[in-house]
């Protein structure tokens, strides 16, 4: 039933590390984006893609890679991780781009030692 | 200066309190919207405006696009209320975030 879920809940890794974050939605939207949540709580936007383009890439370090290989999903690859990394990562979707509700998983906790 | 200012940053209510959080913005804008984050850390949107006003149950949001500035308002307000609400606004290829207003009802 779950509409955007996000995989895993929770990820502890070592500097240096690569990871990935999967996220799917079953709602038959567009558009999926990624957002970080930094300590202080400030969602700032990662990545959108529509379609399986990528449409939004904002000012965020080539480490991090987004893959989409169908529209109902869309994964985050992570390399060579770094203590600034650790955040709660938000996956979202809409129906379109743009000026729509955006249905939001439940976040993944990213905590880098 | 953020593009998105929200205020106030925290809030405390006593249950049944009329609650309003305030969000101005210094950019151009297709929609606004509002999103709630439980404490557990979900976030739900609650509405998206681009003109007017909305209401859905205690929650009313309305948008001033003349002044860049929309006001969320919670009326009967109760402690399951108590959460961050996020203005965010969005546009061609963009979306920005405030920094959220925390809020909690004391029963």
């Known amino acids: ?113 | 200066k953020n593009e998105v200012e929200q205020s106030p940053q925290n809030l405390t209510a006593q249950e049944g309190e009329f609650i309003t959080i305030n969000c101005s913005y210094s950019v151009g804008i297709s929609a606004l919207h509002w999103l709630q984050q439980h404490p557990g850390g979900g976030i739900v949107s609650l509405f998206m405006l681009s003109s007017g006003k909305k209401k859905h149950g205690r929650l009313i949001a309305t948008i001033n696009i003349q002044e860049k500035h929309s006001s969320l308002h919670i009326t009967a307000s109760h402690p399951r209320d108590s959460a961050v609400y996020i203005c965010a606004v969005s546009g061609t290829y963009k979306y920005i975030f405030g920094t959220g207003t925390r809020l909690k009802v004391l029963a």
């Open chain 1, 1 to 113: 039933d779950t509409a955007v879920s996000q995989t895993p809940k929770y990820l502890v890794t070592q500097m240096g590390n690569d990871k990935s974050i999967k996220c799917e939605q079953n709602l038959g939207h567009d558009t999926m984006y990624w957002y970080k949540q930094d300590s202080k709580k400030f969602l700032k936007i990662m990545f959108s893609y529509n379609n399986k383009e990528l449409i939004i890439n904002e000012t965020v370090p080539n480490r991090f890679s987004p893959k989409s290989p169908d529209k109902a999903h869309l994964n985050l690859h992570i390399n060579s991780l770094e203590l600034g990394d650790s955040a709660v990562y938000f996956c979202a979707s809409s129906q379109v781009q743009g000026d729509n509700e955006q249905f939001f998983g439940p976040g993944t906790r990213l905590t880098v030692l």
